[in-house]
Structures are given as structure tokens and as C-alpha cells.
């Protein structure tokens, strides 16, 4: 078997009852074809919020995803609600993975856990690899590709696909707004900004809520599988844990929190995630222009202001949480200490576009 890039050993803090999973899912998964005997297991580097394994068999690869260990966030880590999402998004976005199975037995693996199959295919880190083979125009056409990869799944039919309930109806603005300032102060800690300022901009600039769809609220690039054979054509989108049914354009808004341009401050291209920056790629301002185009939307500046600052904001809660368990020693896993830096970035950042631009709208 050749090794599936990311996947090194189990953190010792990570690691799980393998027979016991194993010998669950041939007695449960819905295709248990391929899965006898005990599996090889490494557990995927990406990624610092739900816990990622690769089980794999000699003619079959598996994933399982299972929440950390320590101190949650309410609502956090839904295994069931994560898998449940991806299972009844099956006929209406082939490019779910497919659920193999969930487990709300704790008494299995010491935590609920669900189980997919594995979409093969590159997923993109910091750089885009040599070995792709991808010229500056081949980069741009992979880049549009998975914008409107977004643009399909923003047109999902939710009634058909059954995932309505996720709507709680009006005022989603609103309720992220408040609900993410209320997870960055639980999870404050005395050694990084408290972000109040832009906590206050956000709550005094709300737009409308835009008429609902399915989100992603994690669309980025290593969420992305592309095509073993076409580099440029996205196959599957991974990491639906926080995906739901609101505002669109807070899901673009989200997006653009990690779309790193060339053009930035070194500061904030070194702590790229995702390999925006390489020639080729669309900058912000032609993201936004081919999303609105596709969908037949328009936003102010002051708006589009607005979807950017909240997501930047947004993600630095998710490294704040992150980072609050190293802080207090629910993790001893080191990349975690680095999100320290990550949410300080993050405050710099929205502070200095509201410098810049705010006072123009």
C-alpha cells in the first residue's frame, strides 16, 4: 500500500481501543466488505479539532473521526449530527464522503465516533506540489473549480435533502455573532488579545440575514480532495462539522479568513494554511466577484467588511478553543501551543482592516 500523505503514527494522548472499533464496525457498518483481520491505523496531522484516523486494510482504506479529549465547547464535536448531516447530503452533493456507520456507544472506543470511507486523492497544504504538474493556468482553473464547487453546494435543495431542521429561521447573523463573542471570552485566556474592539464592531455592523442555504462554514482548500488524474477537478469536501443551514455569504466570509494572497503581509502569509498565495490563484476581491456573479448576488463594501472581519474573528475562536486546552493542559500535543500566535495574528488583522477601511463606509 502506498502511504496516504498526513498519516503518521497515533499520538500516544489519542490513541483508541482498535479491536474494539474494528470488531463494531464489520458487526454494524452498512459495508463491511474488505474489513476482516486487524487493520494498520495512523492518525491524520491535519486539522486540531475533531480526531482524524486512517484504518486501512489491505484492499480498503476507512476513516474514523471521534471528538478530543478535555473540555469542549457546548455543541461542539457532534459526531452523530456530523454524520447524520453527510448521510442524507449523499444524492444531492456527490462529493460527501460516504458513512459507513455511527457510534453513540461510548463504552467502544471511550467516546462516540462515526465511520466513513476514505475519497482518494491529493488534498493541498501549504503549497501546491511540484509533482501535480500544474502551470499558472492550470492553478487558476483548479481555484475557480472549487469556487464553484461552493456555488453548488449553496444550491443544494435542503428540503430534498432532507436537512431543513438545521434552519433555526431568522436572525442567523445575528446568533453567530453573539455565539462566537460569547466562545472567545469562555475561552480566554490571560495571554492573548481579548478581542473586544472588533466584538463590538461586528455586533454594531450586522447585515440582514440573505436567504438561507447550506453552508460548509469550513470551505477551504485542505478540505478539498482532487482528482488523482485531474489535479484541477475536486472530488470530495471533507470536514462537515460545522456545516449548516444559514447565511451564505458568512460561509464566503469564512472562506476569505483563509485565502492568503501573495500580496499580504509576511506575517500573515507565513500563517497560510492553504496555498492561495501561488500564482495562478484568484485574489479576494475575484473570489468574491465569481461566487456573487454565479449566484446572482450582490454586497456593499460595508458588508463585504463585515463577511471578512467575522471571519477572521470566527476563526480566531476556533484557534482560542483550540489553543485553550494546551493552555491548561488538556493536550500536550505541541502544534496546539502555536495557535497562541494564531489568534494574536487574528486580532492584528481584523484591527487593521477596520483601520483602513472602515472609516470609509
Known amino acids: 500500500m502506498t502511504d496516504v500523505p498526513g498519516a503518521g503514527p497515533v499520538r500516544d494522548e489519542d490513541a483508541f481501543d482498535v479491536p474494539a472499533a474494528t470488531e463494531w464496525l464489520r458487526e454494524n457498518a452498512s459495508d463491511a466488505s474488505g474489513l476482516d483481520g486487524d487493520p494498520e491505523v495512523r492518525q491524520f496531522a491535519g486539522g486540531a479539532s475533531n480526531l482524524t484516523y486512517l484504518l486501512r486494510w489491505p484492499t480498503r482504506d476507512v476513516v474514523l473521526r471521534r471528538p478530543p479529549g478535555g473540555t469542549k465547547a457546548k455543541g461542539a464535536h457532534d459526531m452523530r449530527r456530523e454524520h447524520d448531516l453527510q448521510a442524507g447530503l449523499a444524492t444531492a452533493f456527490p462529493l460527501v464522503p460516504r458513512m459507513l456507520g455511527y457510534c453513540g456507544d461510548e463504552s467502544v472506543v471511550g467516546s462516540e465516533f462515526y465511520v466513513m470511507d476514505r475519497i482518494p486523492g491529493t488534498i493541498l497544504r501549504k503549497d501546491v506540489p511540484e509533482s501535480l504538474g500544474l502551470d499558472t493556468d492550470g492553478v487558476r482553473t483548479l481555484c475557480e473549480n472549487a469556487v464553484d464547487v461552493l456555488v453548488a453546494l449553496h444550491d443544494v435543495d435542503v428540503d430534498a435533502a432532507g436537512l431543513r431542521p438545521l434552519d433555526r429561521g431568522d436572525g442567523y447573523v445575528e446568533r453567530q455573532v453573539g455565539g462566537w463573542a460569547g466562545r472567545m471570552r469562555r475561552a480566554h485566556t490571560p495571554d492573548v488579545p481579548d478581542h473586544e474592539a472588533t466584538m463590538a464592531w461586528l455586533e454594531a455592523h450586522r447585515p440582514a440575514d ?13 478540505n478539498l480532495v482532487l482528482d488523482p488524474a485531474d489535479p484541477t477537478r475536486v472530488v470530495g469536501v471533507l470536514d462537515w462539522e460545522l456545516a449548516t443551514v444559514g447565511d ?10 483563509y485565502w492568503v494572497q501573495a500580496d499580504d503581509d509576511p506575517s500573515f502569509v507565513a500563517l497560510r494554511l492553504q496555498p492561495t498565495h501561488t500564482p495562478g490563484m484568484l485574489t479576494r476581491d475575484e473570489l468574491v466577484a465569481r461566487y456573487c456573479a454565479a449566484r446572482g448576488v450582490e454586497v456593499t463594501p460595508r458588508d463585504l467588511l463585515f463577511y471578512e472581519v467575522f471571519g477572521l474573528f470566527r476563526l480566531a475562536g476556533i484557534a482560542q478553543q483550540i489553543y485553550y486546552r494546551f493552555h491548561h493542559g488538556q493536550t500536550t500535543n505541541p502544534a496546539y501551543g502555536a495557535f497562541r500566535d494564531v489568534v494574536a495574528h487574528l486580532d492584528q488583522r481584523c484591527t ?10
Request: proline residues 6%; charged residues 25%.
Open 210 to 222: 440573505r436567504p438561507h442555504v447550506l453552508i460548509h462554514n469550513d470551505f477551504r482548500f485542505d
Open 248 to 257: 451564505p455569504l458568512m460561509d464566503l466570509g469564512s472562506s476569505l479568513a
Open 352 to 361: 487593521r482592516l477596520l483601520a483602513e477601511r472602515g472609516a470609509d463606509l
